[in-house]
């Protein structure tokens, strides 16, 4: 109850302190998760519209990508591990799900770790890990693949689709489709990266941020500090666990395994240097390399506004499939498949979160 | 995707820690958090260790954040086991992925 009070005297400042027209983005899935779960768009002031950007990673992987895994799990020296969210989701024409299920070898992992160590049990199969996720991942994956490196563990792969989150908040503001006022920057992204990265927002662009924790409150409270902002800036709430620095030492194995590349973001299409390519030391270990696979161009399922959901343009509700066509249960995109999806969320706690 | 979970370090190995949470252990790595020792409550990550936190915050944390990783487990219709070392019942495929969440 004590917390309840306190995101209510929380909302009640917001209603007193905003003023019109305030709209707010969150790039960050769990962000989507927390808010959707605590009802905290019932909490705001109509002055203030919160909508979600790309932050849910498997929701950004562009259908290509999707289908090049598809492709690597076919193979039959190939055993595709991967974390659990991205089974489900829809590829061009099949799914690792429906993949697994014909027969193909994919192993669900907690851990990058433990893919490592799946190759190591299991010598006769290529490993192969569907590096999906941001800043915050991509480090777990270059200490995996140092790790398979210093035990010997030679049939241990990564196909890297692992993004960064600063750029397309600069293409997003570049493309100039939807009114942001500010950002609730992602908590565990920046962990790793620290709060420096995001200087460009207001620097560039004048566009404040907050990064922001994932209680209620640290998500009013964020949201209160945007408001309260008299000159765009970036401000760090989740001071308990980012410092400004970020993670030195994740930040250093970042740069020993990874180069930026581009990267395909669904939604955003091709942002150059947004993504993290294994860099050419790393050659024997790229599995993009290592494999030669074809895919055939891919294929949009039809009616699915997951693209514009992803760049806040489209409210999921606005989506003529979602709930009717497209539940978690029977998503048609990608944005209603992953637990942290924009449309997943919403499904779950409908009423809630309207 | 980003999720981590709060847990406390109980003991060390190498650059391995036994971490702790509501009597349930599990290892991760220090590989990235060189610095944590037994006691320091880190926030986890697939695996690894990525920050130090603070103790009656990490505390606070867990509701939701175990809220989430359950839905994420349901959403992959696999059970709450799944670490590589201690496969589920007759379909050694189904894996935890909570971290992935």
New interface residues.
Partial sequence: MRQADALHRLAADLLEEARPGLTYMEV???HT??IA?YGLRQLLPEDVRLISGPG???CVTAMGDLDRVVALARLPEVTLA???????VPASRTSLAAE?AAGAD?????????AV??AADEPEREVVFAG???E??A??IA?SL??ARSRGVGNFSVLSLHKTMPLPLRALLDLGETPIDGFLL????S??TGTGVYDFLARDYGVAGVVA????DDILKALLRLVRQTRPAIENEYG????PEG?L??QR?LEQVFEPGDADWRGLGVIPGSGLALRSEFADRDAAMRFAVAVEPPLEPSGCRCGEVLRGVTDPAECALFGARCT?EDPVGACM????GAC?ARY?YRGLDD | ????LPMRITALNGSLATIATEGLEQQC?L????EAGVGDYV?V????A??V??ED?AN??LE??R??SA????????SSG????EPSGDD??????????
């Fill in positions: 960050c899935g769990t998760m927390s779960r849910c990673p498997v991967t974390f659990g969210d991205l089974i489900r697994r994919v192993r669900v992992v907690y851990s990058a770790r433990d160590q799946l999906i996720g941001f915050t991942t480090p777990t200490a140092l790790e992602p908590g565990h992204v962990v790793i924790g994932f209680e209620p308990r666990a980012v410092r993670n030492v994740a194995l978690p498949v992953s637990s942290e997943a779950r | 995707m980003c999720l981590a790595s590989a990235l958090l060189p926030l990550h697939a695996g690894f990525i920050s936190i603070d915050e606070e944390t939701l954040l809220e989430i839905f994420s487990d349901e959403e992959d219709a696999v799944g670490r590589l070392e050694a495929n189904a894996g935890g992925g909570d971290a992935a969440g």
